[in-house]
Each structure stands twice: as C-alpha cells, then as structure tokens.
C-alpha cells in the first residue's frame, strides 16, 4: 500500500522547495555586499555566502598613528557586511518560502 496522496504531495512540494533552495544557493554565492565606513575610506565587500570577498582601504588611513582607527573601522565594516549579507539570505528564503515562519535557528545547509 502506498502513501496517501495528501502525504504524496507533501513530499512533491518539499522536494520542489529543496530544488529552488538549491538554486537559490548558488545565485546568492555570486551576489555582492558591499559597505562603506568612515566616510567611504574603508570599503568591505560579503557575498551571499556571509563570506568577507575583499576589504579596499584608503591608502592615506594606512598611517601608523591611525592604527587604532583602522582597526575600529575594519571591524565596523566586516559587521555591517556580514549584516547586510545575513538580511539578503533572509529575505530571499522568505521570498522563496512565501512568507512561512521557519523554525528558530534554520539555517540553509552551506550557509
């Protein structure tokens, strides 16, 4: 005896949803992140992986009296980054889930 239908279906569309996952995964490795601190002097570049891909600095911050600065701005905007990466997955699953409340702690699996 074979499973009831409604459970058939069931099956069907979690299996279509862990396609477009899929999918999705790999469209948001290629998409980027990126933000600016200190007025544009330091520049911090994420992608959808929440993967920091590059880090620009101005060169007249690299400066040995500055130090404590740069520091300060670097991690300001690796958080921000990441941040803003995290919103992006976000947003897209729920796009993608079509506004489903997903258990606490989900997480897509490689991200």
């Known amino acids: 005896m074979g499973l009831p239908k409604e459970l058939q279906k069931l099956f069907k569309e979690v299996q279509r949803m862990q396609q477009k996952i899929e999918e999705m995964q790999k469209e948001l490795e290629t ?12 520049k911090v570049v994420a992608n959808g992986r929440q993967e920091i891909i590059r ?7 690299i400066n040995p009296e500055e130090k404590e600065m740069l520091e300060d701005l670097i ?6 980054a990441l941040r803003k990466a995290k919103a992006m ?12 409340p997903l258990p606490p702690g989900f997480k897509l699996p490689g991200f």
Do not use: P
Request: hydrophobic fraction near 40%; aromatic fraction near 0%.
């Open 31 to 42: 998409r980027e992140i990126e933000v600016q601190v200190g007025g544009g002097m330091v």
């Open 55 to 61: 880090i620009e600095i101005e060169k007249e911050l």
């Open 75 to 80: 991690v300001a905007g690796v958080n921000e």
């Open 89 to 100: 997955v976000e947003e897209e699953l729920s796009k993608l889930t079509g506004g489903l």
